[in-house]
């Protein structure tokens, strides 16, 4: 039961609502730990990466309960102790509890962070700054030891934009004595939640959404309720499927003003996006335009999280078309799943070069991380006949029972 069945050839129509972000509930979860007391976070998605952090945070003494989508986190019990290494090592976000843990208690063991494989995705950069910030960081062949009795703030200047070192060391730095000034800091909208919550619970914070964080460090933060915004990457994937199956949906409450550059290439491929106050519309495929090139880049450009989506749009279009990565080193591993239903895409470094075919048919096919899995479940809704995606469990990590959200859109498709 880890794969999905899908029936090609429906068209999708009607509405879905679009989840809470799991890349911003999993820094903002492991945030609660900098506070005494109970976090509500609504709006928490439902999904395999949420489930491990709350494991993790139960494993350290937290209180978690959750009805529906708002979490409750009491971190009043709150004992360091080892983590599982399952959900350690399963997702990447488990990395963020570095910097979050190290405020709390002054030191922390633990195994390297897993997550999809897309890259080396080394944590270099977080270890690095927070030697500079006082610690001393002992590394071992699996796992390291960071430890400092109290942090101090300092001036983090990263070689290059990271994420989830932007997110690590402004949790790091929100208790820390003195001033931290994080630059080139990640504008990602997942960065300025996680600022904002952070700044309800008291943290002082400037510069959020901006390449340039300073941040006083605070004696305490205070317990506070705040609401996950919806997913951009979960809204640009229904996107990306009502353009590979055809029809006219609904994204209700997706984020629109952070999902600029997805639309725009949306819009270049030819789907019509009418954005509302409260979601957006769009009809998909008509293919007349869709000649493209997209290029990943650093937020506010086109996210790398959408390139595998992308491409099953591209390789059903009919036109040749290329994509540059500069994000990760290994994110088309997708191409020879693509490939098998008939796609025809060469990889060239970190370009793919998609060349038209005229249509894409069924096939068993493997997901081998979360946003490349989700991109061979749209592209079978628009193959000839049926298809299989086995290792479910990749997209579990992201997305909120896809295969119930893609029937009410019409889809015929069921787990498998
Ligand atoms: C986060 C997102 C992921 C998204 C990515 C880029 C979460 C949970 N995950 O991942 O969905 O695809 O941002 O938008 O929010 N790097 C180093 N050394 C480091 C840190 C990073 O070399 O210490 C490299 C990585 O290997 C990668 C690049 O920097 O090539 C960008 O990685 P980063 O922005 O850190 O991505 P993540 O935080 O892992």
Not at 30 to 44: K, M, P, Q, R, S
Not at 81 to 97: A, E, K, N
């Amino acid at each position: 039961m880890d794969a999905i069945r899908i029936y090609g050839g429906r068209c999708l129509n009607g509405q879905t609502v679009i989840q809470g972000s799991k890349n911003a509930s999993l820094p903002i979860l492991a945030a609660t730990l900098l506070i005494d007391g109970v976090c509500e976070i609504e709006n928490c998605p439902d999904i395999s990466d949420v489930y491990h952090m709350l494991r993790l945070l139960e494993s350290l003494g937290c209180r978690v309960e959750r009805e529906e989508s708002l979490v409750r986190v009491d971190t009043q019990g709150f004992s360091a102790c080892d983590m599982p290494s399952d959900s350690v090592c399963v997702m990447r976000s488990s990395v963020m509890l570095v910097g979050a843990l190290l405020a709390r208690t002054g030191q922390i063991c633990m195994e390297y962070p897993g997550g999809c494989v897309i890259g080396a995705r080394p944590i270099d950069l977080h270890l690095q700054a927070m030697r500079l910030m006082g610690a001393s960081v002992e590394e071992r062949e699996n796992g390291f030891c960071v430890e400092a009795a109290r942090l101090k703030g300092a001036v983090l200047r990263l070689p290059f934009i990271s994420v989830g070192a932007t997110e690590n060391l402004i949790l790091a730095a929100v208790l820390a004595d003195g001033v931290t000034v994080i630059e080139p800091a990640a504008r990602e909208p997942e960065i300025q939640a996680l600022c904002e919550f952070l700044q309800s619970a008291g943290a002082r914070i400037e510069g959020s959404g901006t390449g340039r964080l300073v941040i006083r460090g605070v004696e305490k933060l205070m317990p506070v309720r705040y609401r996950i915004p919806a997913d951009r990457i979960v809204a640009g994937t229904y996107l990306c499927a009502c353009m590979c199956a055809g029809g006219r949906i609904f994204l209700r409450d997706a984020p629109v003003r952070h999902m600029e550059s997805v639309l725009a290439c949306a819009e270049r491929m030819g789907a019509a996006v009418l954005c509302e106050a409260d979601g957006i519309l769009v009809t998909g495929k008509d293919h007349e335009n869709c000649c493209d090139v997209v290029t990943t880049a650093c937020y506010p450009g086109f996210p790398t999280d959408m390139q595998s989506l992308f491409m099953a749009v591209m390789a059903l279009s009919g036109r040749a078309g290329r994509i540059e990565e500069t994000v990760f080193e290994n994110r088309f591993r997708i191409v020879s799943e693509l490939c098998k239903m008939g796609a025809d895409i060469t990889v060239c470094g970190n370009t793919a070069h998609i060349a038209p075919v005229a249509r894409l048919r069924g096939a068993i096919v493997q997901a081998q991380e979360l946003r490349g899995g989700a991109a061979l479940v749209i592209a079978a809704l628009a193959a000839d006949g049926t298809s299989i995606v086995t290792n479910r469990h990749y997209i579990d990590r992201g997305y909120e029972d896809i295969v119930l959200h893609l029937r009410a859109l019409g889809a015929d498709l069921e787990l498998a």
